[in-house]
C-alpha cells in the first residue's frame, strides 16, 4: 500500500488556484487544490473521528454512505421536513447527484489508504451537499466560499483555507463580510466531519440544525458565477 504524500505542492496548487478563478464552477481543480496542500490534516482529522462514538459505529458497520446517497427512492420516502427529504430536494432542485463529486474527485490521482482512512476520506466527500442543506448556505459562490469557511474553522486543510483567501480577495466585501461569518459559526458549533449521517437522514432538518447549534439558515442574496447554469 502507498504511503500518502503529506509534502505540500505550493507550485501544483497555484496552479490550479489559477485554473479555478477562470472557472469557479470546475470542481476538479478544487481536488486538486485540496490534494496538494493536505499535508498531514486528513490524517489527524481520521484520527479524531476514530474516536468519537459515531466514528466507532461508522467504522465497525462499514458503512458507505454514498449508496445510502444514491438510494433516491429511499430519500423520497423519508417525512417531509425531514434532512434526507429536503437534501432530496435539493439535488433535484439544483439537478446534481452523489455521483457528481466522485468524479470530481476521481480526476485526482488518490494514495490507496487502508479501508477504514478510505471510508472517512469518501465520507467527507459525499457529506458535502448534505452540508449544505444543514447549514442553509447554497450552492453559489458565496454558499459555497461560506461553507469552505465552515470547514476550515472545524478542521483546518491548506488547501481549502487557500481556495477561501481567493474567494475572499477576489469576491468583495459582501463576500469577505460572509467568510468571516462562517468562520465564527464554524468555531461555535459542532463538527459536521463527523456527524452519524445515517441516523440524521429521516429527522426533521430544525432538529438537525438544533442537534448541532447551528440555529436558523442564514438569510441572504445567492451571486452566481456567469458560466453557473443558475445564471442562465
Same mark, same amino acid.
Given at each position: ?81 425531514? #434532512?434526507?427529504?429536503?437534501?432530496? =430536494? ?8 452523489? @455521483?457528481? &463529486?466522485?468524479? !470530481? *474527485? ?17 465520507? #467527507?466527500?459525499?457529506?458535502?451537499? =448534505? ?8 450552492? @453559489?459562490? &458565496?454558499?459555497? !466560499? *461560506? ?86
Amino acid at each position: 500500500m502507498d504511503q500518502p504524500d503529506t509534502r505540500l505542492h505550493f507550485r501544483t496548487a497555484w496552479q490550479a488556484l489559477g485554473r479555478l478563478r477562470e472557472d469557479p464552477d470546475n470542481t476538479d481543480e478544487v481536488f486538486v487544490i485540496i490534494k496538494a496542500l493536505s499535508g498531514k490534516s486528513g490524517e489527524r482529522q481520521f484520527r479524531k473521528f476514530r474516536k468519537t462514538e459515531a466514528g466507532q459505529r461508522i467504522l465497525a458497520e462499514k458503512r458507505n454512505l454514498l449508496e445510502t446517497l444514491q438510494n433516491r427512492e429511499y430519500l423520497a420516502s423519508l417525512p417531509e421536513g425531514s #434532512l434526507g427529504h429536503e437534501y432530496f =430536494l435539493f439535488t433535484a432542485r439544483e439537478k446534481i447527484s452523489a @455521483d457528481g &463529486l466522485v468524479d !470530481a *474527485s476521481e480526476s485526482v490521482d488518490r494514495f490507496e489508504a487502508d479501508e477504514d482512512r478510505t471510508r472517512f476520506f469518501n465520507r #467527507l466527500r459525499d457529506c458535502h451537499d =448534505l452540508q449544505h442543506v444543514t447549514t442553509g448556505w447554497g450552492r @453559489d459562490l &458565496l454558499g459555497e !466560499a *461560506s461553507i469552505l469557511s465552515y470547514g476550515i474553522a472545524q478542521g483546518w486543510n491548506h488547501g481549502i483555507a487557500l481556495i477561501v483567501a481567493m474567494a475572499g480577495w477576489t469576491g468583495g466585501p459582501e463576500m469577505r463580510a460572509m467568510i468571516r461569518r462562517a468562520w465564527r459559526r464554524g468555531k461555535q458549533t459542532k463538527n459536521l466531519d463527523y456527524a452519524d449521517w445515517e441516523r440524521l437522514l429521516p429527522l426533521p432538518l430544525s432538529e438537525v440544525r438544533n442537534e448541532f447549534g447551528l440555529g436558523e439558515p442564514p438569510v441572504y442574496e445567492p451571486f452566481w458565477s456567469e458560466g453557473a447554469p443558475a445564471a442562465a
